[in-house]
């Protein structure tokens, strides 16, 4: 068998090829290889077939030219190039010459079979077209040779990348990456800021991504006509580093104008490792509340592990407290410019105390009813409860809401239950319990003096004016939402001093701040006082929902973000 026939079987041309791209990457062995493979095929060819009627022509491999025995050719008075003529243009599908001369780098003519056989038909009409244009552009055997062609696999991913062109529709302008739409605060804040962007820049097309396999309830509070992407549903099947490399290249590709990141994971792992790339199409930025702790009481959380790496990237970080702005600043230095406080805003619909017109504050609220009651059954079932409770007073109810885990310290809770046992107090607790911390729910209905009513679809569904006072017992925090819920529903507040708590409750005057966080002693005895002076409670839940009524209004929270740095420009 010639060694022709060994090139044109199957199994010897997957070798050949392989062998092939492993020379590529050696410049001098590639030219060497390509050169004995040409003279090989030249001698093959001169034996198998008699060229132009001379049976006994022998290939020159000095030259490269195939020619009579007994003359010697030179190869500067070779037949020239065969152009493109109007039976037969160059490079055609339809028209392949068996064989066409080409000119390498020293000149020579060689003989040789089509070398356009495994090019793709667009390249050569490109080549055809650019030959017109310029008769000296035409691409030479050895350039021809040295195109690398690869082999591209079927991927898992290509069918998420057109899911999510599909669901997009046109180009978005604003993206907001987020890892669920749950019902909690992060949500909350994510959901102010897209109703923000809609309000303050209605021509921008906005799309909401949540990058996290899980159930997002509250995707149905997004406005109308805003597309929501279960990219985590979606690329469950796939690794973090897949999901990475696909959430950047539609992102390249779609080039939105802005993407906000709110505490999403992989959004802030996809800032680490393409920043430099992702900001030169578009401006970033990122939301942060507060730092995490461990039980040891290390600092830990997603502003720790990527701020410092990534802050040179973003356009600019948000953040909903001056506290947490101010150690940031502290801790890494970072530019000032850069950290921008934005309060969240509240609805007042809800208020328990009329706010007068000499407060100079009427008339000015811009209302959002964003988060209207949507469990109507599990509320007319919690009035009918609390009802047969509030004939039990004189008591002091007190409301607990949140989510039951780790960072709002349920334990403590737990033994303030304990503790007040032989108190007029009764304990209302609202909250899911997240990362199996089913333990707290178990022993919250073993109590007495306590009631444990399981999750709860946001503040406004809880029937607020059958409750006292509201208790906040976290370790750590920013600016929860909830409590400013709280202190807009007219409720006196217990809460921890941690975070930017401090900056809408001042002791004594607006609430009742508790210092260590877990002084369980120290919750009850404030307790006690508003059970004891309801009428200034009162006053001092009055108070706060002026200054949350200054501070917290969406009017304030649209102008902040209007003027966020190219956040809304184009």
């Known amino acids: 068998m010639s060694l022709l026939r060994y090139f044109d079987c199957g199994m010897w041309r997957r070798c050949f090829d392989t062998g092939r791209v492993w020379l590529m990457r050696r410049p001098s062995l590639h030219r060497l290889w390509g050169k004995t493979v040409e003279a090989v095929r030249c001698r093959i060819r001169a034996r198998k077939s008699p060229s132009n009627g001379m049976p006994n022509s022998r290939v020159n491999f000095e030259e490269g030219l195939m020619q009579p025995p007994g003359m010697k050719m030179q190869a500067r008075h070779a037949v020239p190039l065969q152009l493109p003529t109007a039976d037969c243009p160059l490079l055609t599908a339809d028209c392949r010459p068996p064989t066409i001369l080409t000119i390498n780098a020293r000149d020579r003519v060689v003989a040789e079979e089509s070398c356009t056989e495994r090019l793709p038909d667009w390249l050569i009409r490109q080549w055809r077209a650019m030959h017109d244009i310029d008769p000296s552009i035409f691409p030479d055997r050895e350039i021809i040779d040295s195109i690398p062609f690869c082999t591209v696999h079927p991927s898992a991913a290509a069918q998420v990348f057109l899911q999510m062109l599909d669901a997009t529709g046109e180009t978005p302008d604003h993206?907001?990456?987020?890892?669920?739409?749950?019902?909690?605060?992060?949500?909350?804040?994510?959901?102010?800021?897209?109703?923000?962007?809609?309000?303050?820049?209605?021509?921008?097309?906005?799309?909401?991504?949540?990058?996290?396999?899980?159930?997002?309830?509250?995707?149905?509070?997004?406005?109308?006509?805003?597309?929501?992407?279960?990219?985590?549903?979606?690329?469950?099947?796939?690794?973090?580093?897949?999901?990475?490399?696909?959430?950047?290249?539609?992102?390249?590709?779609?080039?939105?104008?802005?993407?906000?990141?709110?505490?999403?994971?992989?959004?802030?792992?996809?800032?680490?490792?393409?920043?430099?790339?992702?900001?030169?199409?578009?401006?970033?930025?990122?939301?942060?509340?507060?730092?995490?702790?461990?039980?040891?009481?290390?600092?830990?959380?997603?502003?720790?592990e990527f701020l410092p790496r990534i802050i040179d990237h973003l356009t600019a970080v948000t953040v909903d407290n001056r506290t947490f702005r101010d150690q940031l600043m502290t801790w890494y230095a970072f530019d000032p410019e850069k950290l921008i406080v934005i309060y969240q805003p509240v609805s007042l619909s809800d208020a328990r105390f009329p706010i007068e017109a000499d407060d100079g504050l009427s008339?000015?609220?811009?209302?959002?009813?964003?988060?209207?009651?949507?469990?109507?059954?599990?509320?007319?079932?919690?009035?009918?409860?609390?009802?047969?409770?509030?004939?039990?007073?004189?008591?002091?109810?007190?409301?607990?809401?949140?989510?039951?885990?780790?960072?709002?310290?349920?334990?403590?809770?737990?033994?303030?239950?304990?503790?007040?046992?032989?108190?007029?107090?009764?304990?209302?607790?609202?909250?899911?319990?997240?990362?199996?911390?089913?333990?707290?729910?178990?022993?919250?209905?073993?109590?007495?003096?306590?009631?444990?009513?399981?999750?709860?679809?946001?503040?406004?569904?809880?029937?607020?004016?059958?409750?006292?006072?509201?208790?906040?017992?976290?370790?750590?925090?920013?600016?929860?939402?909830?409590?400013?819920?709280?202190?807009?529903?007219?409720?006196?507040?217990?809460?921890?001093?941690?975070?930017?708590?401090?900056?809408?409750?001042?002791?004594?005057?607006?609430?009742?701040?508790?210092?260590?966080?877990?002084?369980?002693?120290?919750?009850?005895?404030?307790?006690?006082?508003?059970?004891?002076?309801?009428?200034?409670?009162?006053?001092?839940?009055?108070?706060?929902?002026?200054?949350?009524?200054?501070?917290?209004?969406?009017?304030?929270?649209?102008?902040?973000?209007?003027?966020?740095?190219?956040?809304?420009?184009?």
């Open 175 to 304: 993206v907001f990456l987020i890892p669920w739409l749950n019902m909690g605060g992060a949500e909350r804040v994510a959901l102010n800021y897209v109703h923000a962007v809609r309000y303050v820049c209605p021509e921008r097309r906005i799309v909401v991504m949540a990058t996290h396999p899980a159930d997002s309830p509250w995707a149905s509070k997004l406005p109308e006509g805003v597309p929501f992407l279960e990219f985590g549903k979606w690329t469950a099947h796939l690794n973090d580093v897949e999901r990475e490399y696909l959430l950047v290249r539609w992102l390249m590709q779609t080039a939105p104008t802005t993407v906000h990141n709110i505490n999403s994971r992989l959004g802030l792992q996809m800032f680490d490792r393409y920043g430099p790339m992702l900001q030169n199409r578009m401006r970033l930025y990122s939301s942060h509340f507060c730092t995490d702790f461990t039980p040891e009481g290390k600092r830990i959380g997603y502003a720790v």
């Open 363 to 570: 008339g000015r609220e811009v209302q959002m009813p964003l988060f209207s009651p949507t469990n109507e059954r599990m509320k007319a079932s919690n009035r009918a409860t609390l009802g047969m409770m509030i004939d039990k007073k004189p008591r002091l109810d007190v409301l607990w809401a949140g989510r039951i885990d780790d960072q709002k310290r349920p334990d403590i809770l737990l033994k303030m239950i304990e503790a007040a046992a032989d108190h007029p107090f009764f304990f209302h607790v609202y909250g899911a319990a997240v990362l199996n911390r089913e333990r707290y729910t178990h022993r919250l209905r073993q109590f007495d003096n306590a009631w444990y009513y399981g999750p709860f679809d946001g503040f406004e569904s809880l029937p607020t004016s059958c409750f006292d006072v509201f208790l906040y017992t976290s370790q750590w925090d920013g600016l929860p939402t909830i409590l400013l819920d709280a202190l807009a529903a007219g409720l006196p507040v217990v809460a921890s001093d941690v975070g930017g708590i401090g900056e809408v409750i001042q002791h004594e005057e607006t609430g009742f701040l508790v210092r260590p966080f877990d002084d369980v002693h120290l919750y009850l005895e404030q307790l006690r006082r508003i059970y004891a002076y309801p009428e200034q409670a009162a006053q001092m839940a009055r108070r706060s929902m002026v200054r949350i009524r200054r501070n917290h209004t969406w009017k304030r929270f649209y102008e902040a973000v209007r003027a966020l740095p190219g956040y809304c420009g184009s």
